[in-house]
């Protein structure tokens, strides 16, 4: 691209205007929100150090939380624990939807299987890529979509941009047709010869394949994230979970023993304390009542180690009204 904006005087002086308001966009950034920003440079140095020793609070407990996610995919391998379902546990009471890592949430969501196949698929794209400049700056920006996605999420705003991205990159006009262009009217895949003499007859396979996939992977989903089942799940330096799950997710009915002594006995919803349900504290005290997203919610009770009790309902944790 910039050999292309180079030779065009026109184009290379508003690159000029560009790069000059991109660097005063930047600076300002930096300065603004008392450097918050520009501090938390300063601490790479100890993030890297902490991620090569493999510690949990590595990169924001990133590590942490991809540790969980890998501890997950054994138990739904296959087909994982379906579209957003994905719950993380992290402390007693939260959970994370996200395993902040690109391919970790595609494996942990939706199985082994989809995995290899997208990664098939964006090998086509790579090598069936337009090779002019403008497909080289639009597999530039895939692959820093893709790099960057190893630390973070995917969000609505910029997912789409990077489907479309991959769009442009195979989109190549009247030259030669790309993975998913067309040729006279016929799909171009590699692996299929839609020739005049099969063309029917491939194209029917392909239907009857792709509806042996969507059924077994909808049974699949049915089994493994609708009904639930029972396991006794131990998270290192947590605690452990013993009841029904959804998925690898605490749903239902189940026990958190955490090992700072508190006992959570109830219902679970996604990962969360949810429902009727009783926490014991590991100096005697305990609360009894509803809970919300792993908050007290609704109406409870607290009975202190010393007899005292506080009944009442809360909102989010927060004691609103109090019930003799």
Not at 63 to 70: H, L, N
Request: aromatic content about 16%.
């Amino acid at each position: 691209m910039f050999p292309y904006i180079w030779k065009h005087n026109q184009l290379r002086n508003k690159l000029y205007y560009l790069a000059s308001i991109l660097i005063i966009v930047t600076v300002i950034f930096l300065l603004s929100n008392n450097q918050v920003v520009l501090k938390r440079t300063a601490t790479i140095t100890t993030e890297i150090k902490s991620a090569i020793e493999l510690e949990d609070d590595a990169g924001s407990n990133r590590m942490f939380i991809w540790k969980a996610a890998i501890r997950m995919i054994p138990d739904n391998w296959a087909f994982g624990v379906g579209p957003d379902n994905v719950m993380i546990p992290t402390t007693p009471g939260y959970s994370e939807d996200k395993a902040f890592n690109h391919f970790l949430d595609i494996v942990i969501s939706v199985g082994v299987f989809a995995l290899i196949f997208y990664i098939i698929f964006l090998v086509y794209c790579f090598k069936d890529r337009r090779k002019d400049w403008i497909g080289t700056t639009l597999c530039f920006m895939s692959v820093s979509y893709l790099l960057q996605g190893q630390f973070n999420i995917d969000v609505i705003m910029n997912l789409p941009l990077f489907w479309i991205t991959l769009g442009l990159m195979q989109s190549q006009g009247d030259k030669e047709p790309g993975f998913f262009m067309f040729q006279k009217g016929i799909p171009c895949f590699p692996l299929i010869n839609f020739t005049n003499n099969n063309r029917y007859s491939d194209r029917k396979k392909i239907a009857y394949a792709l509806i042996a996939i969507l059924f077994l992977f909808f049974c699949s989903y049915v089994v493994l994230n609708i009904y639930n089942r029972y396991d006794v799940i131990e998270i290192k330096g947590e605690g452990t979970y013993s009841g029904q799950l959804r998925g690898s997710t605490f749903h239902g009915q189940g026990i958190w023993e955490s090992t700072n002594g508190s006992v959570y006995i109830g219902n679970f919803k996604y990962g969360s304390f949810d429902g009727y349900g009783t926490l014991e504290y590991l100096n005697g005290s305990k609360y009894e009542g509803e809970f919300k997203e792993g908050f007290f919610h609704g109406l409870g009770k607290i009975t202190a180690a010393d007899g005292k009790v506080i009944q009442g309902v809360w909102s989010m944790g927060i004691l609103i009204e109090k019930v003799d």
